[in-house]
């Protein structure tokens, strides 16, 4: 049974009628809603949910419209980058799913957002059609603001499906890729400046390390250095996390907190365990409930007191 | 269904036909076997095995037997000190179990193991019958060669089962105690004393970490600090690695490498990677896997590339 995931991106984080109103629609397609998480400062949520191709690709239809209706792009504001109030809709294989399945699911998605909501869409990573927006910064380049103008006139900024024009939805950027970890690092200063040049030296657009996009923003009062990491199977949460307090250490600053935001597959933990404390990558393979599962069947957590 | 898990440690961990003869005895009772770790410098094997009460208890009681046949104490060296062929036998509760019912196993089988095999059993933690038995090194203070001369004249020495008497199977420890994590610790130093001080300062009873052992050995070519973390949820990986790392800096000596000997609870891991990460304790909740499995049961790991 094919299995995956969407982990769209909404530009709300400060209304809970509408967090919820958007969530309910998810909900009411046969999926399993597995996060709501929102943040404030952002003016952003971020929804997980799984289940079947067909379902997902339903539900996702749903919470588009959804956002549609309740998100007024012009009236938004808020500290991250953002083209639409359903704004990255990603689709994600996680059992017996291909990427190019999930590419399939953004297609037909966005085709029936682009032609029956009327948003434009921008089909990006595993789906682009485009060379050019092999990445979601290609293709979230121009925000709202600016793309409502160049939109209208700049041919690298056709859609894939959906007007060439913005109405108060914006845009969405529809794609197929792996999973995501969208991990927050907040540090000891109320310098925004400091967060910049961080992020700017450890992304890979900066020549820091591969797979990894960061931004510097001000986020409850702090510097906050925002990171994704694309791949973690090649660049984790420990040599990412590593890289930050040596970057923030040239500036004097040290790293007092980190945030996930959404969910992160398990094997990100265990990685990043397994570097910290020096052991061998294969003793994820010594985990008592994984040992137990592949031998019984039986996965499940043990709690100990 | 109530499942327990019994970690009993054998003295032989260089030749595989008296390991493997003691896996097949215990895997022939209706248990899952999930691990068999042996280690050469230790002369030492840890076996993990689960299943119903009754079933572990069987299964246990034919590993000892085996043990007992095929490892002969006064012939026996290696880095740890033992009682016994079969030297710990300790039975921890999973699912739907209790200490309580553990402690009962320890009682039948102990039972069992003195009056039917004449090996001199010693009942220790949550099975203890004597105040003075409360934790695995009280029982085990006096090694095989000591212990030899000593329990046929200390009444501290009386066994809780079985003769007042040790054969070359020597006598065992059985216990019932909550999951404790085994993990050797190598330093870029051949100096046993080194290893020595570290562990005389980070264990509980020199004053260090609670629910921490450690010992200082020579293994492999190098000092290791050897660690049981007796529970983890109080004193996990992270501080644990952490003072052995402040201590050795002190003698400077540095951490090259670590191990694990047997499993390890997934919390465990968990716990290690939030604290090093500086993310909220709760964050173990936003593992992907465990989200998925507390909605629809299926908790599986996922793969990714």
Chains 1, 2 share one sequence.
């Not at 597995?34 to 952003?44: C, T």
């Not at 485009?130 to 006139?153: F, G, H, K, N, W």
């Not at 450890?202 to 009062?221: D, M, T």
Request: net charge negative; charged share 25%.
């Amino acid at each position: 049974m094919p299995v995956i995931e969407c982990v769209p991106n909404f530009s709300e984080g400060r209304r809970p009628e509408v967090i919820q109103a958007i969530a309910r629609a998810i909900d009411s397609a046969e999926v399993t809603l597995l996060d709501v998480s929102s943040d404030a400062d952002h003016n952003r949520t971020v929804i997980t949910f799984s289940g079947s191709p067909e379902a997902v690709g339903e539900a996702a239809y749903r919470g588009i419209a959804e956002a549609a209706q309740r998100i007024d792009l012009s009236a938004h504001d808020g500290q991250h980058p953002r083209i639409g109030a359903a704004d990255v809709v990603p689709f994600i294989p996680l059992r017996e799913a291909t990427l190019s399945d999930c590419a399939t699911v953004a297609h037909r998605v966005g085709r029936r957002v682009g032609e029956d909501l009327g948003i434009p869409v921008y089909l990006y990573d595993a789906a682009a059609q485009r060379s050019d927006r092999a990445t979601l910064p290609q293709v979230r380049r121009d925000r709202y603001e600016i793309l409502r103008e160049t939109i209208l006139t700049d041919p690298t900024r056709a859609p894939d499906y959906g007007p060439a024009r913005l109405g108060t939805a914006g845009a969405v950027a529809m794609g197929a890729r792996q999973p995501l970890i969208a991990f927050n690092v907040y540090l000891d200063t109320k310098d925004i400046e400091t967060a910049k040049h961080i992020a700017r030296a450890v992304r890979e657009s900066g020549g820091g390390l591969k797979h990894i996009r960061a931004l510097g923003l001000f986020v409850n009062g702090r510097a906050q250095v925002s990171l994704n990491l694309t791949d973690f199977r090649v660049t984790g949460l420990y040599p990412a996390l590593e890289a930050v307090r040596h970057e923030a250490a040239k500036h004097g600053a040290t790293v007092i907190q980190t945030e996930l935001v959404g969910l992160m597959p398990q094997q990100a933990l265990f990685d990043a365990a397994l570097a910290y404390l020096q052991l061998p990558p294969e003793t994820d393979s010594l985990v008592l409930e994984r040992r137990m599962g592949d031998l019984t069947g039986d996965y499940r957590p043990i709690w100990f007191e």
